[in-house]
């Protein structure tokens, strides 16, 4: 094996040793690469450094990652969650599951909106665990429906990472927008079916909301609710989403609408204050400003990792799997399965997805369709214990008396749906390839 391939693997074992060391993912990656590529060769190779940060500084597409930040930020800091889960506990009427339902129907709504995990699940758990338990939901199902439905935002579109995707792997951000609709409703789906049939064989689990509670509201109260918070959010995200796939608006320019239509849809509902403009501004800075350091660092790692043969490394690696192309796409969900558990989706998006990029195109595979399902898989990973994201963020608004272990049993049902998604989309790609095409893309 050539010195500059042992250096590659060197680079990516060190990586992972400051990682669990607690040091800083971007660090993390600045570091690996300046020293194994300055030991492989010297300064020399980083001259090509700049020209490629001012490709991510200077990339227009981007551009669309904190206008939909401050879409999502502002409409959350609007809480507009709290009036929805308020909305649908009432349409839940006697059906068992109804606030299960409810919770993924708003999950889908934020995913729509805000498109920012931590920020889903934190909200959902603040606003609705609390009721939950009241209501006699049991603990686990309840921790569980919070998290999956937290975890939509990763690919109901305009999901950021389907942004940072099209920038990789060299595609049309309306294209994969389009291509991630179908399974993401299809999920939502499917969560919505396990909790109706919940109901029908375990009710005491997902009992109904009381009768008098219902009536506190009349129907008339309730139409003009449905109105005034469920319709402004909806329409705000079907003109973005309508204007990008019906190619109206390119992403960016539909991202600015977004921005400018969350701050009316806020003024509308008498949510708009500058207090809250700022709140948002600060939060939406502060999440842009991390993810474009990553992505700055990361240039430092991918460059080093290709300067050192690292892509050949991986083409010999799968070469030795057998079973074709079907073995080395599931060879790859599992490797982003495996590092969903330790490091953010950017650093999946920007470390691991250009690694078997290569591979991908040599084999001639759809990219839309593998985009997707390395969507689907990023949501998995995101709930898995003992190291999922989205389980880190719900034991942190959690009430004491949620136990651990409560919310790892509850996950699980959710992961199993994930993964027959998972499956169906590889097993059928035109779930992801369908839209686009029929569309004209």
């Not at 990553?294 to 083409?315: D, H, N, T, W, Y």
Request: charged share 10%; aromatic share 10%; glycine share 10%.
């Amino acid at each position: 094996m050539p010195i500059t391939e042992i250096y590659a693997l060197a680079m990516l074992g060190s990586f992972f040793v400051l990682l669990m060391a607690g040091v800083p993912v971007a660090l993390t990656l600045a570091i690996s690469g300046f020293f194994w590529g300055w030991l492989g060769f010297g300064p020399l190779l980083f001259n090509l450094l700049p020209h490629r940060i001012f490709g991510v500084v200077s990339n227009y597409t981007l551009l669309a990652i904190p206008l939909f930040v401050f879409m999502g930020v502002m409409l959350e800091k609007s809480r507009m969650a709290e009036d929805l889960m308020d909305v649908v506990g009432r349409l839940a009427g006697n059906l068992r599951g109804g606030l299960g339902l409810g919770i993924v129907l708003v999950g889908v709504l934020m995913g729509a909106t805000t498109g920012i995990v931590g920020a889903t699940v934190i909200t959902l758990g603040l606003l609705t665990l609390p009721n939950l338990l009241r209501r006699g939901y049991d603990p686990g199902f309840s921790c569980g429906v919070i998290c999956a439905s937290g975890t939509l935002g990763q690919i109901i579109p305009p999901s950021l990472i389907l942004i940072l995707l099209a920038d990789i792997l060299n595609l049309s951000v309306g294209t994969l927008f389009a291509a991630a609709m179908v399974p993401g409703l299809m999920l939502a789906g499917i969560y919505c079916v396990y909790i109706i049939v919940l109901g029908m064989l375990r009710p005491a689990m997902v009992p109904a909301v009381p009768a008098e509670e219902r009536a506190l509201t009349s129907n008339r109260e309730l139409i003009v609710k449905l109105f005034k918070v469920v319709a402004p959010p909806l329409g705000l995200v079907g003109a973005v989403l309508g204007s990008i796939i019906g190619g109206v608006a390119a992403p960016t320019e539909a991202a600015s609408m977004g921005a400018l239509g969350a701050i009316v849809v806020t003024a509308l509902g008498q949510r708009f204050t500058w207090r809250v403009l700022k709140e948002t501004v600060q939060t939406t800075s502060r999440i842009t400003a991390m993810m474009m350091f990553i992505l700055m660092c990361a240039q430092v790692f991918a460059l080093s990792f290709r300067g050192l043969q690292g892509e050949r490394l991986v083409e010999d690696m799968f070469a030795f799997l057998p079973g074709g192309v079907g073995a080395d796409i599931w060879f790859m969900m599992l490797i982003i399965f495996v590092l969903g558990f330790f490091i953010e989706w950017i650093e999946i998006s920007y470390i691991a997805v250009p690694l078997f990029l290569p591979v991908l195109l040599k084999a001639d595979v759809d990219l839309v369709w593998i985009a997707t399902l390395i969507c689907v898989n990023l949501q998995t990973s995101f709930l898995t214990p003992p190291f999922g994201w989205a389980l880190f963020f719900l034991r942190s608004v959690a009430p004491a008396e949620i136990a651990t272990g409560q919310i790892y049993r509850g996950v699980i049902p959710f992961i199993a749906l994930q993964g027959v998604m998972l499956v169906l989309v590889y097993a059928f790609p035109g779930l992801a390839t369908w839209l686009p095409r029929a569309i004209g893309w």
